[in-house]
């Protein structure tokens, strides 16, 4: 979200009235009589620098604003009303506790109790909105205040039957691209509720702008999948707006927040199963379902296999399976380019997937 014209206005204004008065402040501080006419005049000298100070905040202030006011701006747009509630609470804390320590601080030696008092308000303040934003859904829950999730829905689509409570299952961006958790969640065998985080989201948006072309149609598949899962799922879906907050990178607001809500991850990252495993979060990975319901050969059964190229060791050939598996054929070189009858001599489970040796 960018700064709007009228708010920019606005910044413009409020910077040249500030910065005139410190130049009417910092005119008052300086002996005219030193000076030659006509700035030997208190008045004038004061005036001059107020507009000089006011001009220069005027046109300096959209370059030095806007960024920390676009990021200011966003980040209240994508919070839910209760996140910002809370933080006005936290802030309201953290000057309460400034307030108190203002008088034991005031009786400090100078330079420390101009100082300090001013220093407690900034620390404090910060300290209870960020301690607010990070934990206002386990402070709210012990005073028994529910805190409702928002849901993506279209407006045009009638609101979805209320459930019973299910355990949230959070997906990231890797499994939703994928797209094939819709089939599986059309199935029945995800019995809970699944929960896309907002910064999740905000990614598949990032993705789906992209300047490359193959990244910008991955994001936008994501948030078709996105939809249709709304639509298809048996389960909820929800787009929720919870964010810890202590770190930009998404894979690791994922487990802080599957750790507060003790609930399990749903991926086909590689990397962010691993991290989650190691840090106790359950990790539901779709490519370990997908090779887990592959079909069950054993060694002795018989099957029908396109060779289509030849394999690493002498005289192999390599086919494949309707579902993927590698079908390794020895002697199978020969047969290049042909479908072949061929029987199991061995099944091997690698972490690539399952592999299967045959002869003809």
């Known amino acids: 979200?960018?700064?709007?014209?009228?708010?920019?206005?606005?910044?413009?204004?409020?910077?040249?009235?500030?910065?005139?008065?410190?130049?009417?402040?910092?005119?008052?501080?300086?002996?005219?009589?030193?000076?030659?006419?006509?700035?030997?005049?208190?008045?004038?000298?004061?005036?001059?620098?107020?507009?000089?100070?006011?001009?220069?905040?005027?046109?300096?202030?959209?370059?030095?604003?806007?960024?920390?006011?676009?990021?200011?701006?966003?980040?209240?747009?994508?919070?839910?009303?209760?996140?910002?509630?809370?933080?006005?609470?936290?802030?309201?804390?953290g000057l309460l506790i400034a307030a108190l320590l203002a008088f034991p601080l005031s009786l400090l030696p100078e330079p420390f109790r101009q100082v300090l008092p001013l220093l407690a308000v900034v620390i404090f303040a910060y300290l209870g909105v960020l301690i607010m934003n990070t934990h206002y859904r386990e402070l709210f829950a012990m005073v028994n205040i529910r805190i409702p999730s928002g849901r993506m829905d279209d407006p045009a689509d009638p609101p979805a039957p209320r459930v019973a409570e299910?355990?949230?299952?959070?997906?990231?961006?890797?499994?939703?691209?994928?797209?094939?958790?819709v089939d599986i969640s059309g199935t029945?065998?995800?019995?809970?509720?699944?929960?896309?985080?907002?910064?999740?989201?905000?990614?598949?948006?990032?993705?789906?702008?992209?300047?490359?072309?193959?990244?910008?149609?991955?994001?936008?598949?994501?948030?078709?999948?996105?939809?249709?899962?709304?639509?298809?799922?048996?389960?909820?879906?929800?787009?929720?707006?919870?964010?810890?907050?202590?770190?930009?990178?998404?894979?690791?607001k994922l487990v802080l927040l599957a750790k507060q809500w003790q609930c399990p991850i749903v991926t086909n990252d590689y990397?962010?199963?691993?991290?989650?495993?190691?840090?106790?979060?359950?990790?539901?990975?779709?490519?370990e379902l997908a090779n887990a319901v592959k079909s069950v050969l054993l060694p002795g059964e018989n099957l029908t296999v396109r060779v289509i190229q030849e394999g690493k060791e002498s005289g192999q050939g390599v086919g494949y399976l309707e579902d993927g598996t590698m079908v390794v054929v020895e002697d199978g070189r020969s047969h290049l380019n042909q479908t072949v009858n061929v029987t199991v001599t061995k099944v091997l489970q690698t972490a690539a997937g399952r592999m299967i040796f045959a002869k003809t």
Do not use: Y
Not at 166 to 181: N, Q, W, Y
């Open 1 to 93: 979200m960018r700064v709007s014209t009228s708010l920019l206005l606005l910044l413009r204004v409020c910077a040249g009235l500030v910065f005139g008065l410190l130049g009417w402040s910092i005119a008052s501080l300086i002996s005219a009589e030193a000076l030659p006419a006509p700035l030997n005049n208190d008045i004038l000298l004061r005036v001059a620098f107020t507009v000089i100070f006011g001009i220069i905040a005027i046109v300096l202030s959209p370059s030095l604003l806007a960024r920390p006011v676009n990021i200011f701006v966003d980040r209240v747009s994508r919070a839910s009303g209760a996140q910002i509630f809370a933080n006005f609470i936290g802030f309201l804390m």
């Open 166 to 181: 299910k355990e949230p299952l959070l997906m990231d961006t890797s499994v939703i691209i994928d797209g094939r958790i």
């Open 188 to 252: 029945g065998f995800l019995r809970g509720e699944l929960v896309v985080p907002r910064f999740v989201l905000n990614e598949l948006h990032h993705i789906a702008d992209a300047a490359d072309g193959m990244r910008r149609a991955r994001g936008r598949r994501g948030l078709e999948v996105l939809k249709r899962l709304q639509k298809e799922s048996n389960g909820l879906v929800k787009i929720v707006d919870e964010d810890p907050g202590m770190t930009k990178e998404v894979d690791e």
């Open 271 to 287: 990397n962010l199963n691993k991290v989650a495993t190691l840090q106790g979060v359950v990790v539901l990975n779709v490519n």
